[in-house]
């Protein structure tokens, strides 16, 4: 499988409520639909145990290879969920990067 993982930071002037609420109930749908997709994680933060993290959730979409990463990463269906992504994110702070899958337990 080949991961890409998101660092997602919301927008400012959300509450980490609004945040989940919108990006859960409104744009999952829209990055669900990339052609190829596996599987597609969402985890936003709930709360944290010390010093805030840089970022306010993390979401993951696995592909079979990279070559159906990038069959994706041109797609209609990927620039609409980018499209989205100003609506409840600061764009300029969230980051993606290719990631391998370790099954501890």
Same mark, same amino acid.
């Given at each position: 499988?080949?991961?890409? #993982? *998101?660092? #997602?930071?919301?927008?400012?002037? /959300?509450?980490?409520?609004? *945040?989940? %609420?919108?990006?859960?109930?409104?744009?999952?749908?829209?990055?669900?639909?990339?052609?190829?997709?596996?599987?597609y994680?969402? +985890?936003? /933060?709930?709360?944290?145990?010390?010093? !805030?993290?840089? +970022?306010? !959730?993390?979401?993951?979409?696995? +592909?079979?290879? &990279? !070559?159906?990463?990038?069959?994706?990463?041109?797609?209609? &269906?990927?620039?609409?969920?980018?499209?989205?992504?100003? %609506? +409840?994110?600061?764009? &300029?702070?969230? /980051?993606a990067f *290719?990631? &391998?899958?370790?099954?501890?337990?």
């Amino acid at each position: 499988m080949f991961y890409v #993982v *998101f660092l #997602v930071k919301k927008k400012a002037e /959300m509450t980490q409520k609004e *945040f989940i %609420n919108y990006w859960i109930s409104e744009h999952t749908a829209l990055t669900a639909k990339l052609p190829g997709i596996r599987a597609y994680h969402c +985890f936003p /933060m709930t709360g944290h145990d010390s010093q !805030a993290p840089p +970022f306010d !959730a993390v979401a993951y979409v696995a +592909f079979d290879d &990279e !070559a159906a990463w990038r069959v994706a990463e041109r797609s209609p &269906e990927l620039a609409a969920a980018l499209a989205d992504g100003p %609506n +409840f994110q600061t764009v &300029e702070d969230t /980051m993606a990067f *290719f990631a &391998e899958r370790h099954v501890i337990v």
